[in-house]
């Protein structure tokens, strides 16, 4: 028995995934991303995270990622903070094989008492920003980025540079040079950083 899931935003970097689980990239009509999920971490700091909102006429990238089913409870142990909304398969298609997912697949959306758009307080860390476009790079490139960027509302929340003591527990080693093409991107899009 397996579980199958849109991931589309940490999820889809393979890296924070563990051995064994099966992705297929695609893409979910109907949905958008927004940094409106927030809460805290163990060490008590106030961070930002990503959620999804239904949204008409708005088609994102992600994976449709296959799980064993026992390991629900540590992927919702993961997804703390999010609630799952079942029956996302028909409007998800895969990229190669142009099929729909399965009908009992899921993706987690913000509980409602995190639901909230990020602040000073609470903000999106570049650590974590940093792991989503790399897996966003790794299935389609600067293109995939700059999708990514575009698909995405709360660019107004600001972002805590975090990068050289990363404070995101699956933080990702990632290539300067690409580093270097996430900043310019987000520098163009006008976001405010934070100090660390």
């Known amino acids: 028995m397996t579980i199958s899931y849109f991931g589309y935003g940490s999820l ?8 064994g689980a099966q992705v ?22 106030g961070i930002c995270a990503l959620s999804v909102a239904p949204k008409p006429g708005v088609t994102i990238r992600g ?18 903070k999010y609630h799952r909304v079942a029956g996302i398969g028909p409007a998800f298609l895969c990229d190669a094989k142009k099929e729909a997912g399965p009908q009992d697949m899921f993706l987690y959306r913000s509980r409602p008492e995190h ?3 990020g602040s000073d307080a609470y903000p999106i860390l570049q650590s974590y920003v940093d792991c989503v476009l790399q ?13 990514f960027l575009k698909t995405t509302d ?14 995101y527990p699956r933080a990702q080693i990632i290539r300067n040079d690409l580093l270097a093409e996430f900043d310019q991107r987000l520098n163009d899009l006008g976001v405010r950083y934070l100090e660390g």
């Open 24 to 45: 297929v990239p695609g893409q979910l009509e109907g949905w958008v991303r927004e940094w409106r999920i927030w809460g805290t971490t163990e060490f008590s700091r």
């Open 135 to 147: 897996g966003f790079h790794a299935f389609w490139g600067l293109e995939g980025v700059d999708h």
């Open 12 to 19: 889809v970097n393979t890296q924070t995934l563990p051995e």
């Open 63 to 80: 994976v449709l990622a296959r799980e064993p089913k026992e390991r629900l409870a540590e992927l919702d142990a993961r997804e703390a």
């Open 154 to 167: 709360g660019w107004h929340v600001p972002i805590l540079k975090d990068r050289q003591a990363p404070i």
């Open 115 to 117: 639901y909230g758009w």
